[in-house]
Nanobody
Framework: EVQLVESGGGLVQPGGSLRLSCAAS????????MGWFRQAPGKEREFVAA????????YYADSVKGRFTISRDYAKNTVLLQMNSLKPEDTAVYYC?????????????????WGQGTQVTVSS
């Protein structure tokens, strides 16, 4: 059974940092691209970042480029999202997702398994 479990969310002040983790199990982690999405209240789920099966190709949404870093740890079957210089507009539930293939994608419909999400709140 494919499982994706996010952790690391919380409350942080503007300008602060958080690191999200996504523990993957039930599939060959090395064979799939992975992505992070987020959904703020009243808004559609949106792409944040994605990484290829090898880690050699990475995409970011323009809104997080230069502040967020996605990476993967093959020894722990984990996808990480380091978030720095956080802004109030980054407040959302963050979801980890498995792509249907080996290349990263910004398209939500190209992801077939999702975690339960972790809340990130940026507020003073």
């Amino acid at each position: 059974e494919v499982q994706l479990v996010e952790s690391g969310g919380g409350l942080v002040q503007p300008g602060g940092s958080l690191r999200l983790s996504c523990a993957a199990s039930g599939f060959a982690f090395v064979s799939y691209a992975m992505g992070w999405f987020r959904q703020a209240p009243g808004k559609e789920r949106e792409f944040v970042a994605a990484i290829s099966w090898s880690g050699g190709a990475i995409y970011y949404a323009d809104s997080v480029k230069g502040r967020f870093t996605i990476s993967r740890d093959y020894a722990k079957n984990t996808v990480l999202l380091q978030m720095n210089s956080l802004k109030p507009e980054d407040t959302a539930v963050y979801y980890c997702a498995r792509s249907t293939g080996i290349t990263p994608s910004v398209r939500i419909y190209e992801y077939d398994y999702w975690g339960q999400g972790t809340q990130v709140t940026v507020s003073s």
